[in-house]
């Protein structure tokens, strides 16, 4: 089962994405934002993260590019969220593997998940 870590400020966000992506068949971490990001995929191995663009005193984008320029976590594939799409796209993506404008459509955002994850790990959208 594939594991994947969910950081972003909005609570009811984070609940309903564990559920979304739980029913999925996706183990799935919640995280509120922090700069130790490096602690939490020590800590849980995710195989792919996701996080808000902007999280109070956090930038998903910032992390975002430490991970992708770090050779222990590169390989992890991101993606960003934002309900800033033209802002996002006006900065750069930071080294993403995929940005994901809200409100998030579910449906294609678990498609992307299992295109980034490594493949003979399928998953269905329920």
Known sequence: MSRILVLDDDRDLLG???????????????????????????????????????????????LCSVLKNDLTTQHIPVILLSAYERIIQSLG??????????PIDFSSLVYHINNLLPKGKDYEYH
Do not use: R
């Not at 993506?93 to 809200?102: E, H, P, T």
């Open 93 to 102: 993506n930071y080294g993403c593997d995929l940005f994901v404008a809200k």
């Open 16 to 62: 309903v994405m564990q559920e979304i992506l739980s029913l999925n068949g996706f183990d799935v971490v919640t995280s509120a934002p922090t700069y130790d990001i490096n602690e939490l995929i020590s800590i849980h191995h995710p195989d792919l993260i996701i996080m808000d663009y902007l999280m109070n005193d956090v930038n998903g984008g910032e």
